[in-house]
């Protein structure tokens, strides 16, 4: 098991207990009954619920003093949010967060041991999703490039740079796998504002944040230059992974590229 | 999927788009009353941080942008969320600033006259926007054209206390409308949603659920308004002394009369059967008694038409006496009697037709007005001064031909203009044409070459000089109302006023009106009011009323000699003057006065009334330069101390309107019905027109048989279906259902 990159075997610990990591998330869609008819009318928007996964580790120990700087070590790789990866699936990362240990004792003796110990807690994915290890970086241009997705919608964030003079509108389009326009979102620099061929614009798709940041690492809110269409959710539902046939993204001028990871529900 | 925004104005205030926020719950509305609101549960994000005063723009699925104010925000330590409350952009109108006057460099708030509904968004409520920070805000669709009176108190109202008492006074229905990224417009509609689709409600199809409770809280039958309580007086304002136009008199039996309102507002019967019993009273005291009535043409019929004459003005009142109403009433049903409280609406009736001089036969002609001083109509913005070209054609004649003048100018009879051989008197209220020309009669021969260019003249010092007033106090009139312009009074006139002799002076005479007495009651006095205002172009030289002695003296009771203007209520079927009030203020040199007159008279009997008027006379020193405008003139019966002037309107028909829209709107019981429903146009993620729900439109209850008004929407920030409708069967506001009805 790799917590935020390091193996949590270098640090004496092994893990013995796992569950729910293969288990996905459960997908809600909330439904309205309608007195008189048969059946309901399902809500237009589903919900996915948190993945919870207890884990078990243990450790052996020489000392006292050896099974607390073993739990000091255990807590401060278990501390904020994680980013943890199972041995089985290596390509894959889950994001979450930690709840307290829980220390139990190992042998039903009378006798005080400090052979072992044994810990458990639980690790919880509030987002419900596991994502690619690697992230993927498209470079986007006037004409679609393919954005192959996994199997839960992805966030993303575009950095768009080119000079850019003001009143200037560019456009980000979505494809689906049929090369229909999805969603097309227009950015536009308002009057009296630009940027320089050093600069660029982020776009970051999923918290709905655009901005500037320039060659001298300045990050600027500009939020205001988004000026049209719906912001841009890089959806599953318009690929078709067993054609091989993908979303694509496209944009009207400019340099660009998007970084995003694949998320899956498994 | 429903998006929110953080601006830091409305759009189309120049709010710029500072970031987006994420929302976990909550929900936003719109209510027919206006007061709509939204109220949101965010993850605070340091990136975009609400501030108070920001604005939430609200994107649903279909596309719909709606904006709120961010007027509070609260925070909950326990999940570190906040709670933003946003209110609609018709907030902002009660906190933009009073609605003023600045004139002479003097701020005035207790602005108020008669406006048309459109004129008084246009030229009171919607000034000063750019001082205020509200040039966001446009006139939009104004439905109501009848003429409404309102006049703020003296400490002021907001531009939405203003919109609430025209929405009072008209019964129509206010709402600010996005006309997108441009402004925001103030419609005042006969009814919001009216082109909405009814969308029916039922089980099979969108309810979910539903609950209805019926009361009578509401109900009335009978309903007195109580309109405005004048300075002084104990007794507010009530209907009876309300004036109705007569119309078309059919030659035989049945005698059907349509009564209108002599402004074009809502007629006076609504109800079948309304007023059966009571009387019509007319202009010559006489009483006829109202034996049926039909609201479709708001019509009475009388079993005998004389006395009736059509076009003449009929008051309706209680009985044969004359005894005024006090409630408008239901009739043929069991009486259940409510009090609505009017406080800005007024009662008083002027007797006098055109007492505010807006109607003529020309631009100078004065209707309804016995002229035997050959006075006119002057606009209030009139320039006061003249460029003119003409001539005699060289040779001495009283015929000055003008080739050149201002358009359809008008030139009054005494004024006095600059020609080569001098100053040449004007004989005879002339207007040019279209084209400027035209022949003014002036009272003796001069000789003036053709082509010579022509002024009203500036000898002073001769008493020759000007009489045109630059400005006049505001009289809650329009900047272009009309008063009217007398010439000088040349008559010897002694004082007092009382004998026979006085009563055949020439003057201006009102219409006359007989007043059907009530002992110890209505009728018993009879006042009279007038604005006046003397300018007097004497560079040195005062201008008032002589004593004995020739001196100018401001005691009435010294005057022996009358030279400023008089107010008289006289009795023209005896000629006898009942009452007078003269002006005794003196008008310093080069100065300009201004007057209000006012007198009663006790009454003994029913009696034919009016009021004359008489300018001012020459100066002592005979100079001519005195200028006279009667700027308005009322008559009535009480009570003593009303606001002036009252114009033309009979205000009373306000309160019979208003009165009347309420018992149609209260002939529904109180049924509150809660609605929880999905909204199947959202449902789809594009608009259905058959299934969308619009504010103010109706919506068919299939269970309950019952169609309902959309009072209130409240949708779901999180779930667009989740919709919830607020909707009455009866309308919250109880003038809600005057457009359709009366």
Known sequence: MWINGRDLDDDGWTLTGLAGWMAGASVQRGVTALQNIGGVVPNSQYTVDQRTMPVTFERSLTSI???????????????????????????????????????????????????????????????????????????????????????????????????????????????????????????????????????FLEIDLLRRYVTKVTSAGVR?????????????????????????????????AGTAQITYRKAYAL | ???????????????????????????????????????????????????LRDVLRIVDGTGVVT???????????????????????????????????????????????????????DDVILTNLAADGGSWLAAGTIDPTAAVNITAPSAGWTRLQWLRALEDATGAELRLRRNGGTSYLVDLVDRIGASGATVRIGRGQNLVNLSAAENDGELATAITVQGLTPEGETTPAMIGENAWTLGAIPGSAPYWIPLTDPDGGAAPVVFDDQFVGNYLLTKTATTVEITDSRASDSAVLVA?????????????????????????????????????????????????????????????AIADVTNSIDAGRYRRDTATTLSMTGGTGGVPSTNLVITAGPANAII????????????????????????????????????????????????????????????????????????????????????????????????????????????????????????????????????????????????????VTRRLPLLRIDKPSTTAILASVL??????????????????????????????????????SGALGIGTYLRWWMLWLGPEAVPVPCGDRPHANDLVARGNRGLLARQLTANNITVSMLDLARLTGHSV??????????????????????????????????????????????????????
């Open chain 2, 583 to 620: 002006a005794a203020q003196r008008v310093p040199a080069a100065s300009t006065v201004h007057y209000e007159l006012s007198t009663s008279a006790l009454l003994s009997a029913d009696t034919d009334i009016r009021v004359s008027f008489y300018p001012a006379r020459a100066a002592i």
């Open chain 2, 304 to 364: 005998a038409t004389a006395g009736l004459t059509a076009g003449d003005l009929v008051q309706l009142v209680a009985d044969a006496s004359a005894t005024r109403l006090t409630e408008v009433t239901v009739p043929n049903v069991r009486r259940l009697h409510r009090v609505d409280s009017a406080p800005t609406l007024r009662g008083e009736r002027n007797l006098v037709l055109n007492g505010v001089f807006a109607r003529g036969a020309s631009d100078y």
């Open chain 2, 689 to 742: 027109t058959r299934e969308t729900l619009t504010l103010g439109a109706e919506v068919e209850l299939v269970d309950l048989g019952v169609t309902a008004r959309v009072m209130g929407l409240q949708c779901d920030v999180t779930n667009p279906q989740n919709t919830r409708v607020v909707i009455d069967s009866r309308p919250k506001r109880l003038v809600q259902f005057l457009a359709e009805n009366v």
């Open chain 1, 65 to 199: 003093t050896d099974r607390d700087a073993a739990l000091y070590t255990l807590q401060d790789r278990l501390r904020g949010l994680l980013w943890v990866r199972f041995d089985d699936a290596p390509a894959r990362v889950v994001r979450c967060i930690a709840t307290p240990l829980v220390v139990e004792p190992m042998a039903e003796v009378t006798v005080f041991s400090v052979a072992a110990i044994r810990v458990r807690c639980t690790l919880i994915a509030y987002d419900g999703a596991s994502y690619d290890t690697e992230p993927q970086v498209r470079a986007l241009a006037t004409t679609p490039v393919e954005i192959p997705l996994g199997t839960l919608p992805s966030g993303g964030i575009v950095t768009w740079g080119g000079a850019w003079t003001a009143t200037t509108a560019r456009t980000l389009i979505l494809r689906d796998a049929g090369g229909v326009a999805r969603t097309t979102m227009t950015v536009t620099a308002p009057s009296g504002e630009s940027l320089a061929s050093t600069d």
């Open chain 2, 412 to 559: 009054y009879k005494d004024e006095f203009l600059s020609v080569s051989s001098g100053s040449a008197r004007v004989a005879a209220t002339t207007q040019l044409s279209g084209s400027g020309t035209g022949t003014i009669v002036l009272t003796a021969n001069a000789t003036v070459a053709n082509g010579t260019a022509i002024t009203l003249s500036t000898n002073v010092a001769g008493g020759y000089g000007p009489t045109r007033i630059a400005a006049f106090p505001d009289d809650s009139q329009p900047a272009d109302g009309h008063v009217v312009k007398c010439p000088i009074d040349v008559t010897t006139h002694a004082w007092p006023h009382s004998t026979s002799t006085h009563y055949a002076y020439a003057g201006l005479h009102s219409s006359t009106y007989t007043v059907k007495r009530i002992a110890g009651g209505i009728g018993e006095y009879v006042y009279a009011a007038a604005g006046v205002s003397v300018y007097n172009n004497q560079s040195a030289a005062e201008h008032g009323n002589q004593n004995g002695s020739s001196v100018i003296t401001d005691t009435v009771s010294e005057v």
């Open chain 2, 1 to 51: 999927m429903t998006t929110v925004e953080l601006w830091s104005d409305w759009e189309c205030n120049g709010g710029d788009a500072l970031g987006s926020l994420t929302v976990i719950g909550g929900s936003y509305g719109f209510e027919v009353d206006g007061s709509d609101q939204c109220d949101l549960t965010i993850v605070p994000d340091t990136r975009t941080t609400p501030a």
């Open chain 2, 67 to 121: 904006e709120y104010r961010v007027q509070s925000i609260g925070r909950t330590l326990a999940d570190g969320t906040r709670t933003i409350k946003g209110l609609s952009p018709l907030a902002d109108l009660a906190t933009l600033g009073l609605v003023r006057s600045v004139t002479g460099g003097v701020t005035t708030y207790a602005v108020g006259g008669t406006y048309t509904p459109a004129d008084c968004v």
């Open chain 1, 220 to 252: 600027t809110n500009e939020y205001d230059w988004y000026t049209s269409g719906d912001w841009i959710t890089l959806d599953p539902a318009y690929q078709d992974r067993a054609a091989t046939r993908y979303a694509t993204l496209e944009i009207s």
